[in-house]
């Protein structure tokens, strides 16, 4: 299982990002995938989930009505829309996946928005 996270950057307050996260090795469309993040000296965090058919999403509070979270089975990625950007979204972002209880991890990109 291979996760390759993409997309991440530096931006002011109130901008727009997108991340997108490239899959390989395993039976893409029959797994939940999630989009986590990890602040510095904070835990990592779930930001959004979603079902492998794409139909159903779930958000931290933090994140709702200003992320969006989709997949495109066809080409085995999700993507993580991020808009009205707050410095407190500074982290590293990776996507994830559980498959036969083991969590699978990408290395990681990095989002910075400046005040």
């Known amino acids: 299982v291979q996760l390759r996270e993409s997309g991440g950057g530096l931006v002011q307050r109130g901008g727009s990002l997108r991340l997108s996260c490239e899959t390989f090795g395993f039976t893409f469309i029959t797994y939940h995938m999630s989009w986590f993040r990890q602040a510095p000296g904070k835990e990592r965090e779930l930001v959004a989930t979603i079902n492998s058919r794409g139909s159903s999403t779930n958000y931290a509070d933090s994140v709702k009505g200003r992320f969006t979270i989709t997949r495109d089975n066809a080409q085995s990625t999700i993507s993580l829309q991020m808009n009205s950007l707050k410095p407190e979204d500074t982290a590293v972002y990776y996507c994830?996946?559980?498959?036969?209880?083991?969590?699978?991890w990408g290395q990681g990109t990095q989002v910075t928005v400046s005040s």
């Open positions: 994830s996946v559980r498959r036969q209880g083991v969590d699978y």
